[in-house]
């Protein structure tokens, strides 16, 4: 129940298309739902988070999708560029109760010119 | 202002050999958790403190302890390592009204062999 799942693994896109990565939660205590992006030899570093009072979220060319009677939500990156290209992991956890971050398993995102 | 600070950055240890990781976080944060990274997969959740109690713990063995001190920086202890210890040891501090919201240091690489 605490687990977050995400795809795809890996993902390919070409420079100024959308990556799109989608993530599933079953905890519904959960409140809080970030993403970070980490790229290599670094820490992830929170790229944007959302709660479940909005079903989207926007940043530049981030945005988020929020559904929550599916319990799922999906991290967009339009215009994806070169240097996009990373490692990205959703997450989640209960705010509420000062509850540890669950981190789904992370996809791998290429973006080729 | 300096981020989350992580020593050391790499290190090799032996099997059933003693390690101490040590992390500073950002000033003012009161919250750290420490996070094993396995190449590939997200951040697996360790442990938990504010205020120098520990809020959490993850699914690890007893071989993992952490304590954090009154400055708020944290240290990490794994006892008989193993060749599966290896891995990215993560810390992350947060802000006590944001408690999802981690700041990454860069992680120390820990190679047990």
């Known amino acids: ?113 | 202002d300096a981020g989350v600070t992580q020593s050391p950055t790499h290190l090799i240890k032996t099997r059933g050999q003693q390690v101490t990781l040590r992390c500073s976080p950002i000033s003012g944060h009161k919250s750290v958790s420490w996070y094993q990274q396995v190449l590939g997969q997200g951040p697996q959740f360790i442990f938990q403190y504010y205020e120098k109690e520990e809020r959490g713990r993850g699914n690890f063995p007893d071989r993992f302890s952490a304590r954090q001190f009154p400055n708020y920086s944290s240290e990490l202890n794994v006892n008989a390592l193993l060749l599966g210890d290896s891995a990215l040891y993560l810390c992350a501090s947060s802000l006590e009204y944001n408690p999802g919201e981690l700041f990454f240091g860069e992680g120390s690489r820990l190679t047990v062999l």
């Open chain 1, 1 to 113: 129940q605490q687990q977050v799942k995400q795809s795809p693994q890996s993902l390919i896109v070409q420079k100024g298309g959308i990556s799109i990565i989608n993530c599933a939660y079953e905890n519904t205590a959960f409140d809080y739902f970030p993403w970070y992006q980490q790229f290599p030899g670094k820490g992830p570093a929170l790229l944007i988070a959302i709660r479940p009072d909005v079903s989207e979220k926007k940043e530049g060319r981030f945005t988020i999708s929020f559904n929550k009677s599916a319990k799922q939500f999906s991290l967009h990156i339009m215009d994806s560029q070169p240097g996009d290209s990373a490692t990205y992991f959703c997450a989640a956890s209960n705010e509420g109760s000062y509850d540890k971050v669950i981190f789904g398993p992370g996809t791998s995102l290429s973006v080729i010119p």
